[in-house]
């Protein structure tokens, strides 16, 4: 997803908040009683003169998924763009697999008030007798982790969305967009494999102690944020620079491992002042401060389900990759080229 449609203003904070927690199978009911973050990873970093900081766990993930799918017209009036399957697999169960297998004990999802996501919050494991091969894991998704919903009332952008669930969260956090998926195991239902994307980012975070964000090459960065790099440190982010005049082509590809900070930036670097590039002046602090790391994903196949080309595009990569179809699909595809 480009980077610019995730973008955009603090405001005000309109927002609904329905908390759920989850114990295997499913909830049966809503309450809001999180135990504060408090549990210590072993990883140590020495900071401030020989201070050792111990490193906490991160806990919280926020799934943006407010967004209203015009790209993707007249599909998304039906069904959220983010229940659209990469071939068999809905995007938003993939980017929930992802999220638990970092480690993450509560998943925050944006989304707004018209968009229907409740399907992937019902105890649907009656369906696994139909079914018996697939993991009840990829059938009710959030059946093994906490999770709260959050309304984003007014599609603001990018800045508000993290707003409406920061306020739940304490320490740092990872983020995923709702239509960027980062798939390493292209493999069936069947021996599904949970992208491992994410936990790059807390390993990262875990050596350094510091934001990081996920970057992937492209051929077109005149249409992404576009990063320069200092060893693993970035140090400069252009936003949608000409293709002859873009410094390299890494680009943001819509994994983000936010600090505690985050909220106090959001306000500091206000949507009055900054407009859509609110969240890139928020990294740019980092960047000027103790730094913001860059973690290569290039070895993970980007899909984006934003938009229906780069989704059709999306469903035939995969499905080329897997081994239950690639043969069928690739003679098929051969006789109808």
């Not at 409740?118 to 998704?141: M, V």
């Not at 985050?262 to 730094?291: C, P």
């Not at 938009?307 to 051969?334: G, M, N, T, V, Y």
């Amino acid at each position: 997803m480009k980077v610019s449609s995730f973008q955009g203003p603090l405001g005000d904070r309109s927002v609904n908040v329905i908390p759920t927690k989850t114990t295997p199978v499913a909830a049966n009911k809503r309450h809001s009683d999180f135990s504060p973050i408090n549990s210590l990873w072993g990883a140590t970093l020495e900071k401030n003169e020989g201070v050792s900081i111990a490193m906490t766990a991160v806990e919280d993930a926020i799934i943006v998924a407010g967004g209203l799918g015009a790209r993707m017209l007249p599909a998304s009036s039906a069904i959220a763009k983010e229940s659209m399957p990469l071939v068999d697999i809905p995007a938003l169960t993939h980017l929930v697999r992802e999220a638990v297998n970092a480690g993450v004990k509560r998943v925050h999802i944006i989304t707004s008030p018209k968009k229907d996501l409740s399907g992937f919050f019902r105890d649907n494991t009656h369906l696994s007798i139909h079914r018996k091969d697939i993991p009840e894991e990829l059938i009710s998704p959030f059946a093994d982790v906490e999770y709260q919903v959050h309304i984003q009332h007014v599609p603001k952008g990018f800045g508000d969305a993290l707003s409406c669930a920061l306020h739940a969260i304490s320490g740092p956090f990872l983020v995923l967009l709702g239509d960027n998926l980062l798939i390493e195991e292209h493999t069936p239902p069947s021996n599904y494999v949970a992208s491992n994307a994410c936990n790059l980012l807390v390993d990262a975070y875990l050596e350094s102690g510091l934001p990081c964000v996920g970057l992937s090459t492209v051929q077109d960065p005149e249409n992404y944020g576009v990063v320069v790099m200092s060893n693993n440190k970035i140090i400069e982010i252009v936003e949608k620079p000409p293709r002859e005049s873009a410094p390299s082509n890494k680009v943001l590809c819509g994994r983000y491992l936010f600090t505690e900070d985050t909220l106090s930036l959001l306000e500091k670097y206000a949507y009055e002042e900054f407009g859509e590039m609110q969240s890139i002046a928020v990294q740019q602090h980092w960047i000027r401060n103790d730094g913001l790391v860059g973690v290569d994903l290039s070895n993970y196949q980007w899909y984006d389900s934003g938009s229906p080309l780069p989704w059709i595009k999306s469903q035939i990569d995969h499905a080329l990759r897997r081994e239950d179809f690639s043969d069928d699909l690739r003679k098929w595809l051969e006789s109808r080229l």
